[in-house]
């Protein structure tokens, strides 16, 4: 088991002849993943990567069966590539483009959720289940099978975070990356539940960075619904206030979206929180040797 | 990014926001023929820059006389005006704006804002205009009204009434100048992918009318692109020369005041990097996010960047290779150290992809100063013993 996507998850690619769209479908097909085909406007008819390209979502989903799309496509369209996923009956689109205008996304997030499709990004590394779908630009190697769920905002957080996991002789069942930008698709409150309800998951790793305040959020929904042990950091103890931390949603405004209060509101809903992402591996291993 | 009242007060005019007539000049003789052009009889002078709280800092002042604007632009002009939000180090003034003195009746607050929890523009109002808002939110939170507009309605009439009935306006012509005044602001919010829009004080005048004292925006970077008029409006003396420079090769910087240099891919992993040093007992120089794409190049403009500062004693490059191979990187770090002259001891973490070739070659370069960490831990406490021993 495993939550969003496994195997059998067909996936198309919008922005799929680019140049990032080509190295990483070309990636995500040796992983495993089942790419059936993509869509570059324009190109519909031709092969790419072995897979058949149309013009439209439209056309991918009624030719494949697809159901989950991955977006490369530059960040002035990914409003519209978002869109027309949802219009076209994608039930989850896994958005890794960076540099989507956040008035582009409020337009299409509320679209995506009047056509109850789900979506992950924008500005993030994707979404992996391991050793048997990996959606998104993670290096896939890292990612061994096993009963740890892993959410993150931060790309590099995730990999660090999965690495040390299995360093320590566990692995990973599924792992988010939910993006840093002001706003995202589903974030903690979403998927938290989804690993309560994942019978492989034993344990949870969450991440977080300053800006916003979905870890409070988050806080609050598990103290009343989840179960299962989490380990969380919070990134950005040390960051001055005001200052965008090279994600656009990383600042503390004022006095809110700091890492302080972040961390003592999970603290106080029974999260193990680490000062050191250094830790977060070490963490893990206390829980899960119990 | 953000732009000069003046800059934001110029996109009021284009929606046809009311405020005072003003002029913009850099020097005062300019000061002077602007405040002959304006007319009079009372002019405010208003050092551009961009911080909030100007006014307390000494940054506005009131003219009554023409002589008075001379001494007044003489004084502000060349200042470097402290306030709460430029930090103890304050920034230097460059341009005046000119105001005309408007009729005072009362203060309002209003701004325009993304709610991130509601994903929409929100309108904030306040009866206790010319406060700091920070401090209304925190001593009377009764007194700020929050009105949001899902875009996909836009601005309707409720949104206004709500506002109008929220500032205890009964007057109804009053009402309708709010209602006018703010779906003008919000417009203007939404044409031009602005982050934040702020008028603190908006005055109400004796004819019941409103006009924008005040004037503040800040717009979302990854849509300037298609908004070429704005980004024409950056301001790069406004902004830290070390970021603007390090933005030139894709690198994010931001400069902290301890002694350890951080080199990391990955805002997240930068940020945790910080603390971990922090954690270890030591402090990080700085922020840097080397982006995904570190190469020889970009690793070497970063090294370059780190050194400026005289406060750092050790560099801490810390690099999760995902896609990109830590070979390659380590590569990179070699020739970025033949480029530039790193004087201070390096501890290079590499990990991921390739990370075993990475070490090897690293050891094999007998670079002096050069420190490999097995780990973040590891890396992280090499760099705070370094620096300590510098």
Redesign the interface.
Known sequence: MSILVNKDTKVIVQGFTGKEGTF?AG?CIDYGTNIVGGVTPNKGGQEHLGKPVFNTVADAVKNTGATVSMIFVP??FVGDAVMEAAEAGIELAVIITE??????M??A??YATKHNMKTIGPNC?GIITAEECKIG???G??FKKGNVGLI??????T??GA?QVCNEGYGITTAVGIG?D??IGLSYNQILPMFEADPDTEAIVM?G??G??LEIQAAKLIKEQITKPVVA?I??????K??T??????IVS??AGT?KEKMEALEAAGVKVV?????IGKAVKEILSK | MNIHEYQAKQLFAKYDVPTPKGIMVESVKDAVIAAQELGGPIWVVKAQIHAGGRGLGGGVKLAKTLDEVEELANEILGMTLVTHQTGPEGKLVQKLYIEDGADIQSEYYLSVVLDRKLEMPLIMASTEGGMNIEDVAENTPEKIITVPVDPTIGFQGFHGRELAFGLELTDKAEQANIITFAHKLYTLYMDNDAEMIEINPLVKTGKGEFIALDGKMGFDNSALGRHPDIAAMRDLTEEDPDEVEAAKYGLSYVALDGEIGCMVNGAGLAMGTMDTINYMGGTPANFLDVGGSANAETVAKGFEIILKNPNVKAIFVNIFGGIVRCDRIANGIIEATKITDVNVPVVVRLDGTNAPEAAEILKNANIANLIVGDDLGDGAAKAVAAAAKA
Request: hydrophobic content about 35%; aromatic content about 4%.
């Open positions: 990483h990636q960040p002035a540099g989507a205008p956040v008035k582009d409020q337009a997030k509320a590394p630009i993670m290096p190697m890292i993150s905002k931060s790309g590099t957080l990999y660090e690495n840093g002001p706003i991440i960075e300053i916003g305040d950091f990134a950005g103890q040390t960051a001055p005001g200052k931390m090279g994600h656009a949603g990383a004022g006095s890492a000062v050191s992402p250094a830790e």
